[in-house]
């Protein structure tokens, strides 16, 4: 079985002095930095790019993972993943965030995809405010059809920790990130594959329609899943993956962890967890290989 996650958060140096650029709290960006690092625990990446990449593959080294799909968070980490993605040789596959609204959108989708690095996108229309299905999105869409290419479609609550303590004020709108607006998009590009991270993020019964509606929608496993407890009925994750399997099938799950900074590093505890879980709903091997790495494979081989 490859192990393969499909959600992780590179977040390089780049990435950090991006976010501490926006926040309005007094003091330099060296003084948030170290605030934040001081009252979160976080370790800040080391500035060189090379040794950041490298602690990434001797962490995946060490807890077994063979491949990871990781995000470029903000439009200023887009070089630095890429240039990760290349010294990884075959290890990382880059999926960059894109506004849709940005005027330039789908030039930078394409120019994205034609450089090897990155496999896919993933769009915040919550923090952006945009409809799904509206005619910004759309354009990108097409771009990726001409690559089969997947789009992450983040739905559901949207809490950024990091934003918040920074002070950075919140922008979302959880009006724009239904799962069931997935549906008409879904419909117009069927070799696009769209994923709802989280199961949806609390929005966990329209992503189950939206399955049901789209043969190329899919779900990833993905963080802490604590969305779990604004549900009106409680549920487990182990009804979570038993109803997901019911809808998607083993076919159409990914796993992933939304593992992102140090000193946790790659969340081997989410793996153990959602594998205990997928024992005690008795899915076989076979099946849980696609979950955990065969899916992955097979959508990433689709957007080369």
């Not at 040794?51 to 080294?61: G, I, N, P, V, Y």
């Not at 724009?176 to 549906?183: D, E, I, K, R, T």
Request: with cysteine; aromatic share 10%.
């Amino acid at each position: 079985m490859q192990l393969v996650d499909f959600h992780t958060h590179f977040f390089c140096r780049d990435f950090f002095d991006a976010l501490v650029a926006q926040s309005p709290l007094p003091g330099d960006d060296a003084s948030r930095l170290e605030d934040l690092t001081s009252v979160t625990g976080i370790e800040l990446p080391d500035a060189d790019l090379a040794k950041h990449t490298r602690r990434w593959l001797a962490e995946m080294d060490d807890k077994g993972l063979d491949h990871m799909v990781t995000f470029a968070s903000l439009p200023e980490e887009v070089p630095a993943v890429a240039e990760a993605v290349r010294m990884s040789e075959g290890r990382l596959s880059g999926v960059a965030l894109v506004n849709p609204k940005a005027p330039d959108a789908p030039a930078k989708v394409r120019e994205l995809l034609e450089g090897g690095a990155y496999k896919g996108v993933l769009i915040f229309p919550a923090m952006h405010h945009y409809r799904i299905d509206g005619p910004e999105a759309r354009a990108v869409y097409e771009v990726l059809a001409d690559f089969r290419a997947p789009v992450y479609v983040h739905c559901g609550l949207l809490v950024v920790s990091l934003r918040d303590r920074l002070g950075i004020p919140r922008t979302q709108d959880i009006n724009y990130a239904n799962p069931l607006h997935v549906v008409p998009a879904a419909n117009a590009f069927p070799d696009v594959p769209f994923v709802i991270p989280h199961f949806g993020a609390g929005f966990f019964r329209e992503t189950l329609m939206a399955g049901s509606q789209c043969a190329n929608v899919y779900v990833d496993t993905s963080s802490t899943n604590s969305w779990t407890r604004t549900q009106p009925a409680k549920i487990t994750l182990r009804d979570v993956f038993e109803r997901a399997l019911g809808v998607f099938g083993p076919e159409r799950i990914l796993f992933g962890t939304d593992s992102n900074v140090f000193p946790a590093g790659w969340r081997a505890d989410r793996r153990a967890e959602q594998r205990e879980l997928l024992y005690a709903l008795e899915v076989h091997e076979g099946d849980q290989a696609q979950i955990f790495g065969g899916n992955a494979l097979r959508l990433l081989g689709a957007g080369r």
